[in-house]
């Protein structure tokens, strides 16, 4: 009877996808970030500065809209490199490649930030079932699934001792109207936000983070915390 709830209210949809993504794709590579961050920085000093910004940077669009190319969706994002790849045998697939590219965002001062971001690809399995008939997925369902995702995934992320302080999701809704670089001016936000995180931790302060961004709490869902399923753990997680 629960299983037939879930499956009405699609509730599954989002907490498998981002079960999925953590066990299948982050918890692999999340633990490597650092280490091709560093090796990156010591052959390039000058390009990231502030260790705070040495994670992978994943951004959450909720109207699931993913766009393949970061250089196109804004031009003040520009691809500069790859980050030293991760070779594994994976489910079969002998020598699994698997990395990340490094961007510099230009900020509206015209100042260079540079970090490794990418889109969390499960949304575009969400937005793929809202355009086809068999999914039966209205817009609305597809912003609560998104808003499930996001939710989910952070607090796997949380409980993650071998992901901690590698990652930083980026959630955010798009505005009605078209913003030539409001994805830049996003990252740049939460950019600043890691570099003033990096002062006061050096300066022995606590960080001041404004209450403008997007977090958990504002992400209100139409079920509640007792309807969610619960994950199927094993002595592997």
């Known amino acids: 009877e629960?299983?037939?709830?879930?499956?009405?209210?699609?509730?599954?949809v989002a907490h498998g996808l981002a079960w999925s993504y953590y066990v299948?794709?982050?918890?692999?590579?999340?633990?490597?970030?650092?280490k091709s961050m560093e090796a990156f920085s010591r052959a390039n000093p000058n390009l990231l500065v502030c260790r705070k910004t040495w994670k992978l940077h994943i951004l959450v669009p909720l109207s699931c809209d993913v766009s393949d190319d970061l250089e196109k969706a804004d031009s003040n994002i520009q691809y500069v490199t790859d980050l030293t790849e991760t070779t594994l045998a994976r489910a079969g697939i002998k020598k699994?490649?698997?990395?990340?590219s490094l961007y510099t965002i230009r900020d509206e001062e015209n100042q260079l930030w540079h970090c490794a971001v990418e889109y969390a690809t499960?949304?575009?399995s969400l937005y793929a079932m809202s355009q086809d008939?068999?999914?039966?997925?209205?817009?609305?369902?597809?912003?609560?699934?998104?808003?499930?995702?996001?939710?989910?995934?952070?607090?796997?992320?949380?409980g993650?001792?071998?992901?901690?302080?590698?990652?930083?999701?980026?959630?955010?809704?798009?505005?009605?109207?078209?913003?030539?670089?409001?994805?830049?001016?996003e990252i740049v936000w939460h950019l600043r936000q890691?570099?003033?995180?990096?002062?006061?931790v050096l300066e022995g302060s606590h960080p001041h983070t404004p209450c403008t961004a997007l977090d958990s709490s504002e992400l209100n869902l139409?079920?509640?915390?007792?309807?969610l399923p619960q994950p199927l753990r094993t002595d592997g997680f």
């Open 222 to 227: 139409q079920i509640s915390v007792s309807d």
């Open 24 to 34: 299948g794709y982050l918890k692999i590579v999340l633990p490597r970030v650092k």
């Open 133 to 158: 008939e068999c999914a039966a997925f209205s817009q609305e369902e597809r912003l609560e699934q998104a808003k499930l995702f996001y939710r989910t995934l952070e607090e796997i992320l949380k």
């Open 194 to 200: 890691e570099h003033h995180e990096e002062i006061a």
């Open 96 to 100: 699994r490649v698997y990395k990340h």
């Open 160 to 185: 993650s001792k071998e992901c901690a302080d590698a990652y930083r999701l980026i959630a955010y809704e798009e505005p009605e109207e078209a913003e030539t670089h409001f994805l830049s001016r």
């Open 2 to 12: 629960m299983s037939e709830m879930s499956e009405r209210s699609k509730q599954n």
């Open 122 to 124: 499960p949304l575009q």
